[in-house]
């Protein structure tokens, strides 16, 4: 079935919400076209797929849209449901999956871009803020290998990008990950040995170059 369809993603490499769509793909084993967005000019087919928020990521499943990153994970998890299960079979699994996707949705990504775009008092308030996010999230992980306990899932779909700005965190927060998180650090080390993890993060120095040139537009430096 798969094969034969085709999958379009409007993709951008630093997103972390590109990314849980890269590895939601990876993990089901499809083969899709992945068109990367300049979102400084987007382009008129993102406009016209995404015409609400004119933002990525875009899959794009035999010409009609789908938006916005754990909606369509749960898309691509109901429609090819032949492998690789994201969210649990029973509705109070995934009534707790979902929370903590939202969970993560609301705090991470909305606390860490005020610490990357912001000085001072609102920076470092910023960072005590996501500390105890993190510190949260380790608790809810707590001695499981995963965030639904033995494989690979939902949860850790949505939180696993953000790996990728651990190394802008501690620098422009100046903590360390590895010592204030450390169960969270072996999670994402067990999540990078899933090739369909490793193979669609973006590189952390890559993520923080990045970072720094939307501070310096800003003028956050």
């Not at 809810?140 to 696993?160: C, Q, S, T, V």
Request: with cysteine.
């Amino acid at each position: 079935m798969a094969e034969a369809e085709q999958l379009l993603l409007l993709d951008l490499l630093p997103s972390p919400f590109a990314a849980r769509v890269r590895i939601a793909l990876a993990e089901k084993g499809l083969n899709y076209e992945s068109r990367e967005e300049d979102l400084s000019n987007k382009s008129s087919l993102l406009l016209k797929m995404n015409p609400v928020h004119k933002q990525i990521p875009v899959l794009i499943h035999n010409g009609r849209p789908i938006c916005e990153s754990m909606v369509i994970v749960q898309y691509i998890d109901e429609v090819w449901n032949h492998k690789s299960p994201l969210l649990p079979s029973d509705p109070y699994g995934r009534a707790h999956a979902r929370f903590w996707a939202d969970y993560i949705d609301k705090k991470i990504y909305p606390i860490g871009r005020m610490l990357w775009t912001s000085k001072g008092e609102v920076k470092e308030a910023s960072k005590k803020e996501l500390i105890e996010c993190f510190k949260i999230l380790e608790g809810e992980l707590g001695d499981k290998p995963y965030f639904g306990g033995e494989r690979f899932g939902y949860i850790d779909l949505a939180l696993i990008p953000f790996y990728s700005f651990f190394y802008t965190f501690e620098t422009l927060g100046n903590f360390s990950v590895v010592v204030e998180f450390p169960k969270l650090v072996d999670w994402a080390q067990r999540c990078l040995l899933k090739e369909s993890v490793s193979k669609s993060l973006c590189d952390q120095r890559n993520v923080y170059e990045t970072m720094l040139g939307i501070r310096k537009q800003l003028g956050a430096e």
